[in-house]
């Protein structure tokens, strides 16, 4: 593995986060998410060295509660005295870069307790919607010291299926209102979940929602061995919550008892998020001033004069792009 | 000192009176002349009626205020209950026939004064009140039975007047004041749902006037309360069609539980704003009469005239007057009262000019009161009822503000108010109103003078209110004193009946009297409240209940 | 995509509920290219820290519209030099009297917005106090 020497200064901060100093991590992250080429050595040590906590990905249509969901179940864990880190990331705004990250708001409960690390991320440029510090913040999260990591999106389209590649327990929350689970199958959303959950049980509907998620999973069944729980809250009364908090644990241990399937799990994982992490990268090279920038303008302009063809040019673009100018 | 020639050129330009701006200030575009080529504008047996006659929009009474003056109101309120006890006696002395008095936003929010992280707030931006035995010494000498004492306050403070009222032996049916039981309005005006959850707040806003009407008929209820609607970040459109929003739910919902729609509506009265729109606000006072009588009626089935005819309580508003030149305000506030008057307002409350700054100054505070002296005697304001009315741009201007609001109600209603609300769905839009205006003041696509453009060279940093703090370092000690000295067992066993009646969704009002007149505090009674509906104790989570609650 | 992105923290102290103003602020900053991290109304100091030690902010906005900002301000920077935070500086919004400036920064206030403040002010200090440029999308 890796036998990077790490700096007297380094190895501090590795040090300081793997027991447990916010600041430190907080730090570390900023960094990632300056894309600061440094941590490299620190995100593999941290990936070795760390405890490896298991991180679940909240999913789910806008509307559904899953803020609200997050921020009862947070409450329910703390009872216990467990300690819970936050990963919420949002949109950036597309025209001018900048972001407003308003999840930490709706769990102000939470705010004062120091059991409780949230991180607010934007998602930036990234193709997919989510951002794509949230691997390495993630890894760094995992090292630390939490019983529990949560990862939540405001779940807009692309997002949605994102989290998939960077949780290990999915948790998909739907609401009886507007046939949101019958959406939800259509979407391909539903394959996606290890546990799922209808939010605000309270209300009419509940108990056809929780029928036809039934019969929509059961038809997919054979795939895995983990039964997927299908579950009633009510998440501003915190009602069902203690179910949930078990089929999270249970799924964890599950994982714990096949690492088979959390290594494939994983395995896919990061296919994904290096398809994704690579197309970020092209496409970085495709707008900054540069080599790669250069041959675009060129080629284009040969297409328009007809001298050449899109295809023609595509592929010779591709063929220069061992060009490094990174 | 000389000056030069650009100088002057620059004195001359900003001299003349320019047009900035042809929309209304919420945006509404106007044409340079309206007139009978609008085409039928009204029907006036059908879309006016004579003042006093349905559909209201004229105005409530027949005779306006040839038989009824606006009602002259200061909003007085700060520190201890001495403290503003003197205030009142003050505004009393100099014309004021109601007393309005504002609480503490630790008051407000159902705190009380000794909170370990808060306590610095106490007796800020209005009167601490945490326990009956303050309001008695507020109000001593004070029969609420014969005196109306109007509360600019939602939170516990009915209960905490009514327990007083029951601790003196005085007959509830005779009980006189108003109150703004609203909590809707609270939770989108930045109270948020830490403070006031909005399915929570709702539910106790019903149940408050479902006792209200049960228990003291004679109160007045201020709902909803749009004037903080508007400052928060609404249009005079929006005002309407929100806060028709939320008297839908809520008769609505008080129907359900078997109170008839006319023995709703005559208590309640809306709070509205008057801002510096001159011709849009009379045309809203206009449209939202026309519009609550016809609700009322098509809707609710109601048959009594006096559920059709809305009462209006106007405050002016005090986010329209900038820090900057202050005394501009003055002008400001006068032509705000002068449209609440033209619009046909039951009372209305004139913004001090240093409103922006802090508690306003005895000075600021006569000025108001001459200010409405001015226009009632020397202008003749109130002569004759809707004096605009049959104006082309008015009845225009009405037709279109009504219009809009019921197209915005029926899109809220559509979602759900309570759903739109939690979603954060309406405080986008008022968020983005905000922004919007922010982004015009920004270009000068939208004027303030002094801020944005008119500036003056100096701004004078304005007068500070202050008072002497030692009635609310004593009223701080008493309070702590009192805690210590209550009956313990007692007090227990009437938290523990509130805890009781929450658990069961019954109406919590008999139950927090009860507890009141033991001298719990309000944080103690509404954190009951919290903790029996899921809630943190303290929405600022500092503190736990001390509480051991049973069943 | 750019990098180095200024993050900006915004929230209010006690009781006030008068957010308007950084509501406002918050979108107009994020049309800057800043990521705004928002805390809204009804924090205590030590929410705040707590938010400081996971969010690792660039700069910590404070708005005011209650006249206990002293206070408020002193109380929180005290709780951030023992927290050790206290390098991260600190902006107050909102009805701030030009009387008080003086206190406020010998507590350690770096920037003052009171009243009538354009943003471009705002946004330069933002620039100036982190030492990021402003960063626009590619």
């Known amino acids: ?326 | 000192m000389k000056k030069t020639d650009a100088n002057v050129r620059t004195l001359l330009e900003d001299a003349t009176v320019g047009l900035s701006r042809t929309a209304t200030w919420s945006g509404l575009e106007t044409d340079p002349f309206y007139g009978p080529e609008q085409g039928e504008l009204f029907d006036y047996e059908k879309d006016l009626g004579n003042p006093g006659q349905y559909p209201f929009t004229r105005g409530a009474y027949p005779q306006m205020y040839r038989s009824r003056m606006w009602t002259l109101r200061n909003i007085v309120g700060y520190g201890a209950p001495e403290d503003t006890r003197e205030g009142i006696e003050n505004a009393l002395r100099m014309g004021t026939a109601g007393i309005n008095v504002v609480v503490d936003t630790l008051s407000q929010e159902a705190i009380d004064p000794d909170h370990p992280a808060l306590w610095a707030d106490a007796g800020q931006e209005g009167c601490s009140l945490p326990t009956v035995s303050d309001l008695e010494i507020l109000l001593k000498g004070i029969d609420v039975t014969e005196t109306d004492v109007a509360w600019h306050s939602t939170m516990m403070i009915y209960p905490l007047v009514v327990a007083m009222a029951k601790r003196q032996g005085k007959d509830l049916s005779r009980l006189q004041g108003s109150h703004m039981p609203d909590h809707l309005q609270l939770r989108l005006g930045g109270w948020g749902e830490a403070i006031v959850p909005a399915e929570l707040g709702h539910r106790t806003t019903v149940e408050c006037i479902e006792y209200c009407i049960e228990h003291s008929p004679k109160w007045a209820l201020g709902c909803p309360q749009a004037y903080d609607l508007r400052e928060r970040g609404a249009s005079p459109i929006s005002e309407i069609a929100l806060g028709m929003a939320i008297i839908n739910l809520t008769v609505g919902d008080l129907i359900a539980k078997g109170i008839p729609v006319d023995k709703i509506a005559p208590s309640l009265a809306w709070v509205s704003s008057s801002d510096i729109d001159f011709f849009e606000e009379i045309a809203k006072f206009r449209a939202l009469r026309r519009v609550w009588a016809r609700t009322m009626k098509e809707r609710f089935g109601a048959e009594d005239p006096r559920s059709m005819r809305l009462r209006i309580a106007c405050h002016t508003s005090g986010r329209s007057l900038p820090y900057q030149q202050p005394l501009n305000n003055l002008c400001r506030a006068t032509v705000q009262t002068l449209a609440a008057i033209l619009g046909g307002v039951q009372s209305v409350e004139t913004c001090t000019y240093d409103e922006p700054i802090s508690i306003p100054t005895e000075e600021a505070r006569e000025l108001a009161t001459r200010t409405q002296q001015i226009l009632a005697h020397e202008v003749g304001a109130a002569r004759t009822a809707d004096p605009l009315g049959g104006s082309y741009y008015v009845e225009s201007l009405t037709n279109r503000i009504e219009a809009e609001a019921l197209a915005l109600l029926a899109k809220i209603e559509e979602i759900g108010l309570i759903r739109a609300i939690e979603e954060g769905t309406i405080e986008g839009w008022m968020d983005e109103y905000n922004y919007r205006f922010q982004q015009e003041l920004d270009h000068q696509q939208r004027i303030v003078v002094g801020v944005n453009k008119f500036a003056p060279d100096v701004i004078e940093p304005p007068k500070r209110f202050s008072y002497d703090t030692a009635r609310m370092q004593a009223h701080l000690a008493r309070f702590k004193a009192r805690k210590q000295a209550r009956d313990s067992r007692l007090l227990e066993e009437r938290i523990n009946s509130l805890y009781r009646a929450a658990r069961a969704g019954q109406n919590t009002h008999p139950a927090m009297i009860d507890a009141l007149m033991v001298d719990a505090t309000i944080g103690e009674v509404w954190g009951t409240v919290r903790v029996a509906n899921g809630l943190p104790y303290d929405p600022f989570n500092a503190i736990t209940s001390p509480f051991t609650y049973r069943g | 995509m750019s990098r180095a992105k200024i993050r900006c923290m915004l929230g209010m102290l006690g009781t006030d509920v008068h957010s308007k103003g950084i509501r406002t602020l918050a979108q107009l900053l994020r049309d800057e290219g800043v990521e705004v991290i928002y805390l809204g109304e009804h924090n205590t100091a030590e929410s705040m820290i707590n938010a400081i030690l996971s969010e690792d902010p660039d700069v910590l906005g404070l708005s005011f519209s209650t006249s206990t900002y002293i206070h408020y301000t002193r109380d929180l920077l005290e709780k951030m030099r023992v927290a050790g935070v206290d390098d991260v500086p600190v902006m107050l919004g909102g009805l701030i009297h030009p009387d008080d400036e003086d206190v406020l920064r010998e507590i350690g206030v770096k920037g003052i917005f009171g009243p009538g403040s354009i943003t471009s002010e705002i946004v330069e200090f933002l620039v100036s106090v982190t030492g990021k440029p402003l960063s626009s999308q590619a």
Not at chain 1, 137 to 150: E, G, K, P, S, Y
Not at chain 1, 188 to 214: P, Q, S
Not at chain 1, 236 to 243: I, N, Q, R, S, V
Not at chain 1, 282 to 293: E, I, S, T
Request: a negative charge; proline letters at 3%; glycine letters at 10%.
């Open chain 1, 1 to 326: 593995m890796t036998s990077l020497k790490l700096s007297e200064a380094e190895q501090a901060t590795l040090d300081a986060v793997l027991a447990g100093d916010r600041r430190q991590a907080a730090r570390l992250i900023s960094r990632i998410e300056a894309s600061d080429p440094t941590v490299a050595p620190l995100i593999s040590a941290l990936g070795e060295r760390g405890r490896g906590t298991a991180v679940v990905g909240i999913t789910g249509p806008p509307g559904a509660g899953k803020s609200t969901l997050l921020n009862t179940l947070i409450g329910q864990l703390r009872m216990s005295s467990l300690r819970v880190a936050v990963l919420a990331i949002d949109p950036s705004s597309p025209f001018t870069g900048g972001a407003i990250l308003g999840d930490r708001v709706r769990m102000a409960r939470h705010g004062a307790d120091q059991g409780v690390f949230i991180r607010s991320m934007a998602s930036r440029a990234n193709l997919g919607g989510m951002a794509a510090a949230a691997g390495d913040a993630l890894t760094v999260l995992a090292a630390m010291d939490f019983d529990w990591i949560f990862i939540e999106t405001v779940g807009v389209g692309q997002n949605e299926v994102e989290i998939v590649n960077h949780a290990d327990t999915v948790v998909v929350v739907v609401t009886p209102h507007s046939g949101d689970a019958v959406q939800a199958v259509k979407a391909g959303v539903l394959e996606i979940g290890d546990i799922y959950l209808v939010n605000k049980a309270d209300t009419g509907g509940v108990e056809r929602t929780l029928a036809a998620l039934r019969e929509a999973l059961h038809r997919g069944r054979g795939q895995h061995q983990w039964q997927q729980p299908i579950l009633g809250v009510q998440a501003t009364t915190a009602d069902g919550l203690e179910a949930v908090v078990a089929a999270l644990a249970s799924h964890r241990d599950y994982l714990g008892d096949h690492p088979e399937e959390l290594f494939e799990r994983r395995r896919r994982q990061t296919h994904a998020r290096l398809k994704a992490l690579t197309f970020a990268e092209l496409q970085q090279r495709l707008d900054k001033p540069g080599a790669v920038r250069d041959l675009l303008e060129h080629w284009a302009g040969e297409i328009v004069e007809k001298r050449s063809d899109p295809r023609t040019a595509a592929v010779a673009i591709l063929k220069c792009l061992d060009i490094t100018d990174a």
